[in-house]
């Protein structure tokens, strides 16, 4: 059975402190990694895909790296605008459904 | 920009009554996907449909159907709304293999 799992669970960072965020997979052959942001209330919003072990991609203070079994979203210096949960996604090679992790939230204060 | 619009953001039934959840999207997306999201549970699949008329059950069907009669419209129905479908219901749509890009959500309550 596929499976995703998130950590930390919550993660609390003064500005400008950076960290990482850890998600660990178990699928039969995956065909991508999926990366989200879901502010409170509000639906979740992409922020990257990753297709193979040694894949990186970067987005303002956000850059997210895979491997066989993770991926990681690190956040460089982050600011009190990147406080949300983030969601970590796998797809397998057979399918179309999305297995989702529980995420971790972010809170960082200034 | 991808479009995903739910038709309502709050909502507040009553047990037993039929309630219509809708979602439009403007990309020409052969996918769309129907989620519940609950503290403490995540995301959880309800249906999802790939094609016109299509639909496949996904991890929680059970007191919901769907109905996808136009590429762009997906349907959620609750038959008799019970007060643990309360929750936030989320719409995706997706090209084939690509990421799913997330609607508004709406916040149901059942009382």
């Known amino acids: 059975e596929d499976q995703v799992t998130q950590s930390p669970e919550a993660l609390r960072l003064q500005e400008g402190e950076s960290s990482s965020l850890n998600c660990s997979y178990t699928?039969?052959?995956?065909?991508?990694l999926f990366w989200y942001r879901q502010d409170p209330g509000k639906g979740p919003e992409f922020l990257f895909t990753l297709y193979s072990a040694g894949e990186e991609k970067e987005k303002e203070r956000l850059k997210a790296t895979l491997t066989k079994k993770e991926s990681f979203l690190h956040i460089t210096a982050p600011k009190p605008e990147d406080s949300a949960t983030y969601l970590c996604a796998v797809q397998a090679e057979y399918g179309q459904n999305f297995v989702f992790g529980p995420g971790t939230r972010l809170s960082v204060l200034p | 920009d991808v479009k995903v619009t739910q038709s309502s953001r709050y909502l507040v039934k009553r047990t037993g009554e039929k309630v219509f959840l809708e979602c439009v999207q403007d990309m020409d997306h052969e996918n769309m996907f129907w989620y519940r999201q609950d503290p403490g549970l995540g995301l959880r699949l309800i249906y999802f449909?790939?094609?016109?008329?299509?639909?496949e059950k996904g991890d929680i069907p059970e007191g919901y159907s769907v109905s996808r009669e136009k590429k762009e419209r997906f349907s959620l129905i609750l038959e008799s709304a019970s007060t643990n479908q309360t929750s936030m219901y989320l719409c995706?749509?997706?090209?084939?293999?690509?990421?799913?890009?997330f609607g508004p959500g709406t916040r149901l309550t059942v009382t």
């Open positions: 699928v039969s052959g995956l065909r991508g």
């Open positions: 995706a749509s997706s090209y084939f293999g690509t990421e799913q890009y």
């Open positions: 449909s790939y094609d016109v008329k299509m639909k």
